[in-house]
């Protein structure tokens, strides 16, 4: 067994405005972790706190082996980290940083380097002040992956790019993983890239960690029931059903603990299920997110 | 090239799309007994689909009888006897039960249906003869 990649536990981190509260991460190796929450829910502080750019109030902190921040020169040689708000040097060309990344980083793959930028359609002698958003991007993306790093720490890769580019980053990462050693975590708050190529999946929100599960399970678990319900009741709240909304004779059903028994327990109390629907990961990472809103409201 | 595709248009899960175009390559004799499909970990990247939807798929079809996978050797097309005409009779009745669906949504009997898919039949011999 080889040991995870990542492995944070009960992690407190009090600001001003804001403060991370126990949050829990693993990530096993071979694996990719889509963490996901709203703006503001702490996944880029979390990320920094991996990285030992941010110590933490509490909790253990263990990146590749090594407790952070203490330990993180030895962490950081295997890691690639890449953040929407990293600058490059604006007076220089991308072969200016390709160079000097290969001149710190001993794994800088030269072949991979030329084969990332026809890939990512770059050219090295561009001047970096000449590179729109996306190229940017893909700069800091290609200065990262061709290191071959074993852990891959991407703060929000894909926002704001056009579908091409996120089809050939999420290419590129797909083959990252094609070696069982390697392993990704990325954030974002775009549910189809994380549902496309995630194999876990953290949910966080104000914070706190709300939900962790492998991906296939969150999409099994969590359905929309269709009751037809006789005048005047109303669906009892099962164990797992996190919403029920009725108008007229018709209610709907959210669950997280789908099973064929669910549906028989409605059918006992007398409501028909006339449908049961499947959810996408962005409609549970919603119901998810308001549910718990609502459950720390009361 | 083992040319899957996934469509995220698709409501069915991704896994399933997966098991449903493996099953049919088989059945239609694209791949045959004892043929080795793709690795997990390849057939991901190729499909940038992640790694566990791929795991499931191939569980699902050894758990069916459709591919043996051997520790450490990868996974091949099952050699069980008739193989395909199994998996084509599976297809079949697919497609049977979705007429059936339409046939009731359109009140149609089971003699009107049946008396249907036989005028369906004489109509395709006339074309083939």
């Known amino acids: 067994m080889t040991e995870p990649l990542i492995e944070l536990s009960g992690v407190s981190k009090r600001f001003r405005f804001f403060q991370l509260e126990d949050v829990a991460l693993r990530l096993e190796a071979g694996q990719i972790l889509g963490f996901v929450g709203p703006n503001g829910a702490g996944k880029s502080t979390t990320i920094r706190i991996l990285m030992g750019m941010i110590q933490a109030d509490r909790g253990s902190v263990r990146v590749l082996g090594h407790a952070m921040p203490a330990e993180q020169a030895a962490a950081k040689r295997d890691i690639g980290y890449v953040a929407e708000d990293m600058r490059l040097y604006s007076g220089t060309t991308l072969a200016w940083h390709m160079d000097l990344v290969a001149s710190i980083y001993p794994g800088w793959d030269p072949k991979y380097a030329e084969l990332l930028l026809r890939r990512f359609n770059l050219h090295a002698a561009q001047p970096i002040k000449a590179l729109s958003h996306g190229e940017r991007v893909k700069a800091t993306l290609l200065l990262a992956l061709a290191r071959r790093p074993r852990l891959l720490l991407l703060d929000e890769p894909t926002t704001g790019l056009d579908p091409v580019a996120r089809h050939e980053i999420l290419g590129e990462l797909m083959d990252v993983v094609r070696d069982d050693r390697r392993g990704i975590l990325f954030s974002s708050h775009n549910t189809q890239d994380v549902e496309q190529i995630s194999d876990q999946i953290t949910f966080i929100d104000r914070g706190r960690i709300i939900d962790a599960s492998e991906k296939e399970q969150f999409l099994d678990r969590w359905r929309r029931l269709s009751l037809d319900v006789p005048p005047g009741a109303t669906p009892p709240s099962f164990p797992g059903v996190v919403g029920v909304s009725a108008s007229g004779r018709i209610a709907v059903v959210t669950t997280r603990a789908y099973s064929a028994e669910l549906e028989a327990a409605y059918a006992a109390a007398g409501m028909k299920v006339h449908d049961v629907q499947r959810m996408t990961l962005e409609e549970i990472f919603v119901a998810n997110v308001m549910s718990n809103r609502r459950e720390e409201e009361r | ?129």
Do not use: N
């Open chain 2, 1 to 129: 090239m083992h040319s899957l595709l996934i469509s995220h248009a698709d409501p069915r899960p991704m896994y399933l799309q997966i098991m449903e175009q493996i099953r049919h390559r088989i059945a239609v004799g694209d791949w045959p007994a004892g043929q080795e499909l793709p690795s997990i970990r390849a057939l991901a990247a190729d499909l940038q689909v992640s790694v566990i939807t791929i795991k499931r798929a191939y569980l699902e079809l050894e758990r069916d009888g459709v591919i043996v996978t051997r520790q450490g050797k990868g996974s091949f097309v099952s050699d069980t006897a008739d193989l395909s005409t199994r998996l084509r009779r599976v297809e079949l009745d697919t497609h049977l039960d979705a007429a059936a669906a339409i046939g009731r949504q359109l009140g149609m009997s089971a003699e009107e249906l049946a008396a249907r898919l036989r005028q369906i039949l004489r109509e395709k011999d006339g074309h083939d003869r």
